[in-house]
């Protein structure tokens, strides 16, 4: 999931996105997120959003998702094709939330999405930022009837395990956890295909998925546990963003930490609690000497 980076004037910094990109890269990523709710979408203009796509289609050469960040089915159809014509090459799906507690507002939203653009959806079930929660068995319902068009369901409301374990039972589409990764274990235990999540150490999640493949629940428990302390701390609801950007900064792939009002800032007591969690990462946070073209 990419941050959309800003300069100290809080404009964008296409070169902090290349180096985020190439980050994607170096830990074997399965593919890259934009203009998701970790890249402040709705604090970017249309033209910025633009500029975002273009960036991420000609820079990285594995499968692309862009975020929708309306809810209205008219904006959301307008922001898609707006993006589209700015991507340089195809992206692999849209990223498009849940709208409706109604299972038949939401196919309606999905199947009008999916026509104005030919492409796949990923259903996205974000309750803390859509302010729309929706019954379990609505989503499989909404996920069975558009099944020729939707990719993946990205499942992100509290508690995941028990609705990712109920649409991997019931539908053919790979189901994603979220919230930082915070389930990541118990989500994979009830059939999460991965976890699409906005870490600033993504080499931790790439470690937990390789360990779960190779051995099962007790491997996977054993790779994340020294990663938890850290995913926990970086989810914290409402400061979340400016966390992991300032993370991402020290590591020198994003150039600042900012975030565009009204999202909070980082809280100057949580520093030093910033740097314990660092000092504990299982492996030493080196600087990468990242290519700044």
């Known amino acids: 999931m990419l941050a959309s980076p800003f ?12 180096r985020q990109l190439e980050l994607a890269r170096s830990v074997s990523a399965q593919g890259v997120v934009a203009l998701g709710v970790f ?14 796509v273009r960036t991420v289609t000609s820079s990285y050469d594995g499968p692309v998702v862009l975020g929708m960040s309306g809810r209205t089915t008219a904006v959301v159809v307008d922001q898609a094709r707006d993006c589209l014509d700015a991507a340089t090459r195809t992206p692999v799906a849209l990223m498009v939330q849940v709208n409706s507690p109604r299972a038949d507002v939401v196919v309606d939203h999905l199947t009008a999405v999916h026509e104005a653009t030919g492409l796949p959806v990923v259903l996205q079930d974000y309750p803390a930022v859509s302010n729309v929660r929706v019954a379990t068995d609505a989503l499989v319902d909404v996920a069975r009837r558009c099944a020729p068009f939707v990719a993946a369901v990205k499942a992100e409301s509290a508690p995941t395990p028990p609705s990712i374990a109920a649409l991997t039972a019931a539908v053919g589409a790979p189901v994603f956890g979220g ?9 994979l235990a009830c ?3 991965g976890a699409m999540t906005g870490m600033s150490h993504p080499e931790g999640l790439r470690a937990a998925l390789d360990a779960y493949d190779a051995g099962g629940f007790d491997a996977v428990a054993e790779a ?3 990663w938890l302390p850290l995913a926990n701390f970086e989810g914290q609801l409402q400061i979340g963003l400016a966390l992991r950007k300032e993370i991402l ?8 930490g900012l975030v565009r009002p009204p999202a909070a800032t980082l809280p100057p007591p949580l ?6 969690h660092l000092a504990r990462l299982p492996l030493p946070d080196k600087e990468i000497a990242w290519n700044s073209a």
């Open 249 to 256: 900064r020290r590591r020198g792939v994003l150039a600042t």
């Open 179 to 187: 919230l930082g990764g915070v389930g990541l274990v118990d989500e």
């Open 39 to 52: 890249g402040e979408a709705d604090a970017l203009s249309r033209e910025e959003q633009r500029a975002v």
């Open 271 to 276: 520093l030093p609690v910033l740097d314990a």
């Open 191 to 193: 059939g999460a295909a």
């Open 7 to 18: 300069d100290d004037d809080l404009a964008l910094d296409h070169a902090s996105l290349a």
């Open 224 to 226: 994340w546990a020294p």
